[in-house]
Nanobody, 126 residues
């Protein structure tokens, strides 16, 4: 089992930055593909960013390309989402997810992931 705990959310003004962290326990996640998803009120959960187990491959939803960066520090068993130039439409609960995968794949679909964190709230004011 993998336990994931997100942190780093908060209230920020439009144009500001936040760095979300996803700390894993129970397993070493160096062999896991990772993803970030978000869910705004009254909306379905949507894909934000994903990374292969090596970190060599990344993929982003179009609306966050050039603003968000997913990264991982396997020594700390942690994945990050750096979010810059935040916009009010980025407001949501952000979730990290993990999937055991050593095939180099990246997974932009929530159903592909086996483990989820509890989420962290990000609110961007205009």
């Amino acid at each position: 089992q993998v336990q994931l705990v997100e942190s780093g959310g908060g209230l920020v003004q439009a144009g500001g930055s936040l760095r979300l962290s996803c700390a894993a326990s129970g397993r070493i996640i160096s062999s896991y593909a990772m993803g970030w998803f978000r869910q705004a009120p009254a909306k379905e959960r949507e894909f934000v960013a994903a990374m292969s187990w090596t970190g060599a491959n990344t993929y982003y939803r179009d609306s966050v390309k050039g603003r968000f960066t997913i990264s991982r520090d396997n020594a700390k068993n942690t994945v990050y989402l750096q979010m810059n130039t935040l916009k009010p439409e980025d407001t949501a609960v952000y979730y990290c997810a993990a999937r055991y995968s050593r095939d180099g794949g990246i997974y932009p679909i929530s159903g592909s992931f086996d483990y989820w964190g509890q989420g962290t709230q990000v609110t961007v004011s205009s």
